[in-house]
């Protein structure tokens, strides 16, 4: 079975300083791809990030980049120079190369301070 | 650029009532997908379809149907709705590709349909 592990329930940053959400997932299979979403008070899931498993190097994506682990099976969200638009919930999910579903934990609720 | 539609926003049922929440995209995407939100928990998926025609269970499919005549439509149905259905349902969609299907593609939401029980 494949699950996805988000250990913080809530976090909270001060603007402009850096904040790391931690994900944790478990599968027996060896390609996969790793995501972070966002979901602002709006709602609507945003794609912020995405990590091939193949790939050892990190993804990053301007103020966003990752920490991948794969031997861990870690996969954290790395955040610079938070802003208040950061503020969401952030889902780590991943799906296998060769299947159609996705699975995603059960978030992290950021709050960026002014 | 509409992406993912989902209507309604918000919906108020009595216990036993049915209703269907309607989804549509039009980036031409194979996959599609249902999930629900409840309150401070992750997002559960209810049925996908990899294509017009095809459809599976999710990992809570109880209490639903689907269907998918069209490749733009995936429309999701509460026969006898229950208050322990109250929760956001999420349209998502995915591009796929022939040999390694939705592997590697984000998914695209819709802004969700907030549905209570009463």
């Known amino acids: 079975a494949q699950t996805v592990t988000q250990s913080q329930p809530e976090m909270s940053v001060q603007e402009a300083e850096t904040v790391t959400l931690s994900c944790t997932y478990d599968t027996s299979e060896n390609n996969y791809y790793l995501f972070w979403y966002k979901q602002p008070p709006s709602r609507q899931m945003i794609l912020v990030i995405r990590q091939e498993a193949y790939k050892q190097q990190n993804a990053t994506e301007n103020r966003f980049s990752v920490n991948f682990q794969k031997a861990a099976k870690s996969f954290s969200l790395k955040i610079s120079d938070s802003q208040l638009g950061d503020t969401a919930m952030y889902f780590c999910?991943?799906?296998?190369?060769?299947?159609?579903?996705?699975?995603f934990g059960t978030g992290t609720s950021l709050t960026v301070i002014p | 650029n509409a992406g993912v539609t989902q209507t309604p926003k918000f919906r108020i049922l009595k216990i036993g009532q049915s209703m269907t929440l309607q989804c549509t995209q039009d980036?031409?995407?194979?996959?599609m997908y249902w999930y629900r939100q409840d309150p401070g928990m992750g997002l559960k998926l209810i049925y996908y379809?990899?294509?017009?025609?095809?459809?599976d269970k999710g990992e809570v499919p109880n209490g639903y149907n689907v269907s998918r005549s069209t490749t733009e439509d995936f429309p999701l149905r509460l026969e006898l709705a229950a208050p322990s259905q109250t929760s956001v349902y999420f349209c998502?969609?995915?591009?796929?590709?022939?040999?390694?299907?939705?592997?590697?593609?984000?998914?695209?939401f819709g802004d969700g349909t907030r549905l209570s029980i009463l």
């Open positions: 998502a969609s995915s591009y796929s590709r022939l040999r390694t299907g939705v592997a590697g593609q984000p998914q695209h």
């Open positions: 999910a991943f799906t296998l190369l060769t299947g159609n579903q996705f699975y």
């Open positions: 980036m031409n995407h194979n996959y």
């Open positions: 379809s990899v294509g017009a025609g095809i459809t």
